[in-house]
């Protein structure tokens, strides 16, 4: 069972939203504890997704790269299906991240392309490492345990492969990953 918080909504938009999620056997509308949560807004306070995998609804491709840039794990648009957000939420459970495909062109498109890979400082091992795991959506804690390093510097080595890819978010650093072949998904 995956255990889902709804964050923004209230009265019938928020009824709506857990009588679409009713529909799927293995979710669970929670308030405390969740393994994902759906933003309704993206200046959401964040301490109500700390630590949570979550994914914002929004209007159009700005606002998907602002939310992504924010932290956000999954960008849908406002109309998404029932069974497109079950299948999103089901993703972020399990670690992956989710771009709706109207947004990915857009997104793709505002990265900057460079012009030739030895633009680019190289990466470390261990840089190369954390890209790995960064693509895999983990968090900071996440990759500071799977590589038994301190949180700190887990942050200091996603910011260091951030800052060599050019990148202004950990979105950016995977896709200039993938665009340079440092990494596959």
Same mark, same amino acid.
């Given at each position: 069972?995956?255990?889902?918080?709804?964050? #923004?909504?209230? #009265?019938?938009?928020?009824?709506?939203?857990?009588?679409?999620?009713?529909?799927?056997?293995?979710?669970?509308?929670?308030?405390?504890? @969740?393994?994902?949560?759906?933003?309704?807004?993206?200046?959401?306070?964040?301490?109500?997704?700390?630590?949570?995998?979550?994914?914002?609804?929004?209007?159009?491709?700005?606002?998907?790269?602002?939310?992504?840039?924010?932290?956000?794990?999954?960008?849908? @648009?406002?109309?998404?299906?029932?069974?497109?957000?079950?299948?999103?939420?089901?993703?972020?459970?399990?670690?992956?991240?989710?771009?709706?495909?109207?947004?990915?062109?857009?997104?793709?498109?505002?990265? @900057?392309?460079?012009?030739?890979?030895?633009?680019?400082?190289?990466?470390? @091992?261990?840089?190369?490492?954390?890209?790995?795991?960064?693509?895999? #959506?983990?968090?900071?804690?996440?990759?500071?345990?799977?590589?038994?390093?301190?949180?700190?510097?887990?942050?200091?080595?996603?910011?260091?492969?951030?800052?060599?890819?050019?990148?202004?978010?950990?979105?950016?650093?995977?896709?200039?990953?993938?665009?340079?072949?440092?990494?596959?998904?």
């Amino acid at each position: 069972m995956i255990r889902v918080a709804l964050i #923004g909504p209230t #009265g019938l938009a928020r009824t709506g939203m857990e009588a679409l999620l009713a529909r799927a056997d293995d979710l669970e509308i929670v308030s405390d504890g @969740p393994d994902v949560a759906i933003v309704f807004h993206r200046d959401a306070d964040d301490s109500e997704t700390e630590g949570t995998p979550y994914l914002v609804l929004v209007e159009d491709a700005d606002s998907a790269a602002g939310a992504l840039r924010d932290g956000a794990r999954g960008v849908l @648009p406002q109309n998404t299906t029932a069974e497109e957000l079950a299948a999103a939420i089901r993703a972020l459970a399990s670690g992956l991240t989710v771009i709706a495909p109207e947004f990915v062109t857009a997104l793709l498109s505002a990265t @900057p392309a460079r012009q030739s890979n030895h633009e680019t400082e190289a990466l470390t @091992p261990r840089e190369l490492e954390v890209l790995r795991l960064l693509g895999r #959506g983990l968090s900071n804690k996440e990759i500071a345990a799977r590589l038994a390093i301190s949180d700190h510097t887990a942050k200091f080595h996603v910011a260091s492969v951030m800052s060599k890819l050019g990148a202004g978010s950990r979105t950016e650093a995977v896709t200039e990953g993938l665009r340079q072949g440092l990494i596959l998904l």
